[in-house]
C-alpha cells in the first residue's frame, strides 16, 4: 500500500472495523458515510453436517441450529438458482489504462510517460482502443462473448473520496445515510429468514453491499473451512461411522423430534460428504476444480476455486461479494501496481469462468467487476494517477451479453472541468438491469428512484 493516499487507508481500515462486529471504529472525518452493515449483530454458526464455520449476520430471533435445516431446503427448492458475484477492484482501477484509448492524441498528450501505445491488445469492438497486457485474459473472454465491458461507468458530479463513493456503490445510491447495501435489499426482499448462505462474503467479514435490513447473510474465510471431524475420530473410522449414520435420512418426517433432527444431519452429511471431500484435501487450494487456477500467497485464487466448488456442491448461493487481488490506488508506480494486480485478477476470472464451464454450471452464474471510481486521465508527477471520476465495470459469464455497453468518446468530448473520465453510463442503471434481467426481481425494491434508471441489455 505504499503507493496508495492515507484516505485509502483509512477507508480500509474502516470498512475492516465495521465488518469484523466488536472490533471497534476508527475516527473518521465529519460527514463521512457510516459503511453499510453498521450495527448488524454477529453470531457464529457450524453447519455441523459441513462443518461450515460462518459468521451469520443479521440472524434476529430466529435460533442458529434452525439455519442449517434452512439451508438443505434452499437447496432442495431452488438448484438452479441463478448466482451473481460481486467482485471489488479496491482502490479506484485506471480505467484509461485498462481499455486504453491509444489511437486519441490526448490521451498521449495527458500521459507522456504511461501510455500504453505500442503495447495494448487489440479490442475487437472499437479499434481506437487497447487491452492493458496484463489484461489478455479478458481479451480472450470478451473474443468468445463472455465480457461485457462498460467502460465508462459511474455517476454525475462524482465524489472522489475513496470512502464516500465506495459507499454510494455498495449501497446503490448517492445518499450517505444508507445502511443496507443494494445486494442486501435485494434479499431482504426475494431471500430467505433461515438461509444465511445467500449472501456470502468471502472475505471472512462483512460485504457492505450484503448488508440487509432482515436477512441472514454470512461471512466465510474460504472454501478450505469445510470439514467433517469428529472428536477423536478420524481415517477409516470416520468414513464408516459417516457410511452408518447416512441411512438414518430415511427418518425425515417422522413425528418423533429428535430422530428427525438426526435424520436431517444425516441427510446432510450423507448429501454432502462426497460433494464436498475435495475441500478439505485440496492440493494448492485448487478444491477438487478440472482447471488449474494461479497459486498466489494471498490466497485469492483459491478463493474463487472454492467459490466453484461451493456451487458445485450444491450450496444455495445467491449473491456472493469479495475483493480482487491488487491494490489499485495508484498514486505512484502505477505501472508496475497495476499490472501486478490486473495479473493475477484476470488469471483468476478466466480460470473460474473454465471451472464453471467444465462443471456445468456456467449458465448459472454471472461476475461483476467493480471499483470505486477511475483515475484521472492526466498522470501525475510520481508515475502514477490520481483520483478521477467514471471507471470501467465489467460482467463476465456465458450469458453476459459479451459487447460493449456505453460508449467511449474521444477525450476531448469526454473530460469534465477537472480532466476527469465523465460517465456514459450510470451505475445504477447497471444494478437495475441486472436484478431485473438476471434475478427476474422488480429492481424499486432495491434500488431507489429505479424507474429513473435506463435499462442496458447486459444479459443474453
Not at 458515510?33 to 453447519?47: F, I, K, N, Q, Y
Not at 469492438?125 to 462473448?145: I, K, V
Not at 434479499?187 to 441472514?216: F, H, Y
Not at 471510481?373 to 508527477?381: D, K, L, V
Request: charged share 20%; proline share 5%; hydrophobic share 40%.
Amino acid at each position: 500500500m505504499s503507493g496508495c493516499c492515507n484516505e485509502f487507508s483509512r477507508s480500509s481500515l474502516l470498512h475492516q472495523a465495521v465488518a469484523e462486529a466488536g472490533a471497534g471504529l476508527p475516527a473518521i472525518e465529519a460527514g463521512m458515510p457510516v459503511p453499510a452493515g453498521t450495527g448488524l449483530d454477529r453470531r457464529s454458526l457450524l453447519l455441523r453436517s459441513a462443518g461450515v464455520a460462518l459468521a451469520v449476520y443479521g440472524a434476529g430471533a430466529l435460533r442458529l441450529p434452525l439455519f442449517e435445516e434452512g439451508v438443505l431446503e434452499a437447496a432442495e427448492a431452488a438448484p438452479n438458482q441463478p448466482v451473481l458475484v460481486s467482485l471489488f477492484l479496491d482502490g479506484g482501477a485506471d480505467s484509461l489504462s485498462l481499455l486504453a484509448p491509444v489511437d486519441d492524441s490526448d490521451y498521449r498528450r495527458l500521459r507522456p510517460k504511461l501510455a500504453l501505445v505500442d503495447s495494448g491488445l487489440a479490442f475487437t469492438e472499437d479499434p481506437r482502443l487497447r487491452w492493458h497486457p496484463s489484461a489478455a485474459p479478458l481479451r480472450t473472454l470478451h473474443l468468445e462473448g463472455k465480457l461485457t465491458v462498460l467502460p465508462t461507468v459511474g455517476y454525475t458530479d462524482a465524489d472522489q473520496s475513496h470512502f464516500t463513493s465506495r459507499h454510494y456503490w455498495e449501497v446503490g445510491t448517492t445518499n450517505a445515510g444508507l445502511r443496507t447495501g443494494w445486494l442486501g435489499r435485494y434479499l431482504d426482499r426475494a431471500g430467505r429468514r433461515d438461509n444465511p448462505l445467500q449472501g456470502l462474503s468471502l472475505d471472512g467479514e462483512l460485504a457492505p453491499p450484503l448488508a440487509t435490513a432482515k436477512a441472514p447473510v454470512a461471512a466465510l474465510r474460504g472454501a478450505d473451512q469445510y470439514r467433517f471431524s469428529a472428536p477423536g475420530v478420524w481415517g477409516d473410522v470416520e468414513r464408516e461411522m459417516l457410511e452408518t449414520i447416512a441411512p438414518l435420512g430415511n427418518a425425515r418426517g417422522t413425528r418423533d423430534k429428535s430422530l428427525a433432527a438426526l435424520a436431517n444431519t444425516s441427510t446432510q452429511v450423507a448429501r454432502l460428504r462426497g460433494q464436498l471431500a475435495a475441500f478439505g484435501g485440496s492440493q494448492g487450494g485448487n478444491f477438487g476444480s478440472p482447471i488449474a487456477y494461479p497459486t498466489h500467497r494471498s490466497g485469492f485464487p483459491q478463493r474463487l476455486a472454492g467459490l466453484a466448488a461451493m456451487l458445485a456442491a450444491g450450496l444455495p448461493l445467491r449473491c456472493v461479494a469479495l475483493r480482487a487481488y491488487g491494490m489499485y490506488d495508484t498514486h505512484a508506480d502505477q505501472p508496475e501496481a497495476l499490472s501486478q494486480g490486473l495479473k493475477l485478477t484476470t488469471e483468476t476470472l478466466l480460470a473460474f469462468q473454465r471451472d464453471l464451464e467444465a462443471r456445468g454450471l456456467a449458465d448459472r452464474v454471472l461476475t461483476l467487476v467493480w471499483s470505486e471510481f477511475g483515475r484521472r486521465a492526466e498522470e501525475n508527477g510520481s508515475q502514477g494517477t490520481d483520483h478521477g471520476a467514471a471507471g470501467i465495470a465489467l460482467l463476465m459469464g456465458a450469458r453476459a451479453r459479451g459487447q460493449m455497453v456505453g460508449e467511449f468518446p474521444r477525450l476531448r468530448d469526454a473530460l469534465d472541468r477537472s480532466g476527469n473520465l465523465k460517465a456514459t453510463v450510470d451505475y445504477r442503471s447497471m444494478y437495475t438491469s441486472l436484478l431485473e434481467q438476471w434475478f427476474d426481481f422488480d429492481a424499486a425494491g432495491a434500488i431507489p428512484n429505479a424507474k429513473a434508471y435506463r435499462r442496458l441489455q447486459l444479459v443474453k
